[in-house]
């Protein structure tokens, strides 16, 4: 292993030369199936108001899923969180949203209204879903926890509501998965009996359900309802666990949205290739905080992070074999993106110590060194904001026969750790249209040159959170809504820099009109030539979150481009900005323009020869003896102004 760079902290990735006290398997050429990001959502996850930004707080992560109530408002279960209200706020999302129809009731365990009144809100919710015009739900669950929410006294329940409900629902929506028993947690004898009267009653759901405390049982879970139903002769039917927490005792809840604790959640998930899960939803006191992986005050807390990495994962999800499948501790899920060249492993669970992550099938077109980074994200309590990942170590490997083991030091049971894992060979910078871009000219932002991450750009993140251009690289290129083929630099943070190639025809000052997305009041772009600086900071007003607003900015070159070929640096000023191009065009700081002389202006000052010398507030008639006053030499000067250019003479 050859180290580019090692940095360590009080958290520091070990290497060491003995055992490691564990392993975790990864096989990155094995799929088990297409990413689907299919355990990120939560119950309650979303309200009218929370998160308060829809797309910043929910669209990385890529949500899956939110399991919320048919209605929310008075009289219902809860007074917020309505499924097609929520709908309307995630439609620019991935996310889709599942109707739970008991949450329409009032009262834990819920008051059942009789039959008639149970089947016209039923009916009513289906209308209001329809009529939403939306195409974002996922599905319906009938009835809630019928093991511990339906009363006996009120009759069977397959009889008086699951059929009944099943029936309605196929009329009125057929198209429309339905899901059940959701029972509060797997019961072999309980799943059962509901599958046995399913198949009796011509009444069995597209999605069987239930909850689960702690993740160890799920392996058990899922080989006990295949066996269920091949019992039934029914297909393999899809699995959503709509509630899944470490447990369902307060001891354990606190857990909730945990990153230690939802890796082994998610790694199962995935291995047992669960359809849909949401986190639970514990703390009812605050919901809209997608399972308490944002604070109380809707801030990002450590397992917002975790489902972060889990939602930039693309491409497929590859095997990965722990040291014990049924159990709560060390576990781990991984994705391979061959289109963007890159492969993350996500590890953590109920064990500390030294772990050794042995990595095989990497792919051939990884080449034959990989570079390693080794992150780390923390956890004290869900209260907690925590501002993101820690990066622990990057490091070069020499594959051999496809394989390598990175030591992974867990110092706890509450972390979750990343290995992100790109090609290590340096690619050297190039044009890239395989030709300089033309000084004067358009230089579009996405156009900076070939070559790797810090040869020919810098980008804090690694990966291109884009749609589909420059995907082989790091930086963030974004499609511009409504404008077929034309893209933008999006998202830019400060000290990230693109470099571009360019072809200056002629020695001379040039006019600059930037055209930007600002996210802030101090975000811009600032230009170089060959390293030396050739404009102030260029910046727009910000947008109010609106990062398709586009603004034009414009100034002058500090000083006359070199003629020939250099290397033209964009600079990004503070956080959050967009870029879409920079127009370059020849200016002549000697040419004439008539000017009001009675008008009082500001007057950039320049000698013959265009060198600046400041600027000066008159009017024509008295400029040249205010230029006197300030201690201008003899001579004649070019002045310009807003509104055009005049010559001077100091006598």
Excluded at 122 to 128: G, K, L, P, T
């Amino acid at each position: 292993m050859k180290s580019r760079l090692f940095t360590t902290i009080a958290l520091a990735c070990g290497m060491t030369s003995f055992a490691a006290d564990f392993t975790l398997k990864v096989n990155l050429s094995d799929s088990i199936r297409q990413v689907t990001h299919c355990a990120s959502g939560a119950l309650y996850g979303v309200t009218e108001q929370y998160p308060v930004d829809i797309n910043a707080m929910i669209g990385p992560l890529k949500c899956r899923m939110f399991c919320q109530p048919g209605a929310g408002g008075q009289g219902n279960q809860h007074p917020y969180g309505d499924a097609i209200k929520v709908a309307e706020r995630l439609k620019n999302t991935d996310a889709q949203v599942q109707i739970t129809l008991p949450d329409i009731l009032p009262n834990w365990p819920y008051k059942w209204p009789g039959l008639n009144s149970w089947l016209s809100q039923v009916e009513e919710c289906v209308r209001r879903k329809k009529a939403s015009g939306l195409d974002n739900y996922h599905s319906y669950v009938i009835w809630n926890e019928p093991d511990g929410t339906w009363n006996n006294s009120n009759g069977d329940f397959y009889s008086t509501v699951w059929k009944p409900t099943y029936e309605k629902l196929r009329e009125m929506d057929p198209d429309m998965p339905l899901v059940g028993p959701a029972i509060s947690y797997y019961s072999e004898e309980r799943m059962d009996k509901f599958l046995k009267f399913c198949t009796e009653n011509n009444c069995v759901p597209d999605i069987i359900c239930w909850h689960q405390w702690g993740s160890s049982g799920i392996p058990g879970a899922v080989e006990n309802i295949k066996k269920l139903e091949k019992k039934y002769n029914l297909p393999d039917l899809p699995i959503c666990v709509n509630e899944y927490c470490a447990g369902s005792n307060a001891e354990l809840q606190k857990f909730e949205g945990c990153p230690g604790y939802s890796v082994p959640f998610i790694a199962k998930f995935e291995r047992y290739k669960i359809e849909s899960a949401t986190i639970s939803w514990w703390f009812t006191q605050y919901p809209g905080r997608l399972g308490s992986i944002l604070t109380p005050g809707n801030e990002k807390g450590g397992g917002w992070h975790l489902y972060k990495w889990y939602g930039d994962m693309e491409g497929y999800m590859a095997s990965v074999t722990p040291p014990n499948d049924r159990s709560e501790g060390l576990d781990g899920f991984a994705a391979v993106n061959k289109k963007m060249r890159e492969a993350s492993i996500v590890l953590g669970g109920n064990n500390t110590g030294s772990v050794d992550v042995t990595i095989d099938g990497i792919p051939e077109w990884m080449g034959s060194e990989v570079e390693v980074t080794t992150e780390v994200v923390t956890w004290e309590n869900k209260d907690k904001a925590v501002a993101g990942p820690q990066t622990l170590a990057t490091d070069i490997y020499t594959v051999n026969n496809g394989k390598i083991v990175v030591p992974v030091n867990v110092t706890s049971k509450l972390y979750a750790y990343r290995l992100y894992i790109v090609p290590g060979e340096v690619v050297p910078r190039s044009p890239f249209l395989d030709k300089p871009l033309s000084i004067p000219g358009t230089i579009e932002a996405e156009y900076f040159d070939n070559g790797s991450a810090g040869v020919a750009y810098y980008d804090k993140d690694k990966q291109n959170r884009g749609e589909g251009y420059r995907l082989e690289t790091g930086v963030d290129v974004y499609p511009i809504t409504d404008q077929p083929n034309n893209y933008a630099v999006g998202y830019a943070q400060n000290e990230e820099w693109l470099d571009y190639t360019v072809n200056v025809e002629k020695e001379a000052f040039y006019d600059i009109t930037a055209t930007l997305s600002s996210g802030g009041e101090q975000s811009g772009i600032q230009l170089q030539i060959d390293g030396e600086n050739i404009t102030e900071m260029l910046q727009t007003a910000p947008n109010d979150n609106d990062w398709e607003s586009y603004l034009e900015t414009k100034t002058r070159t500090l000083t006359k481009l070199p003629q020939g070929e250099h290397t033209l640096r964009m600079n990004i000023v503070g956080d959050w900005i967009n870029i879409d191009k920079f127009v370059f065009v020849e200016y002549d700081p000697t040419a004439i323009v008539d000017v009001d002389a009675n008008e009082t202006q500001t007057f950039e000052i320049y000698d013959s020869m265009g060198r600046k010398y400041g600027e000066i507030i008159s009017s024509q008639v008295d400029i040249s003896n205010k230029l006197k006053e300030k201690g201008f030499a003899s001579g004649t000067y070019i002045l310009k102004s807003s509104r055009g250019v005049i010559k001077v003479i100091v006598d």
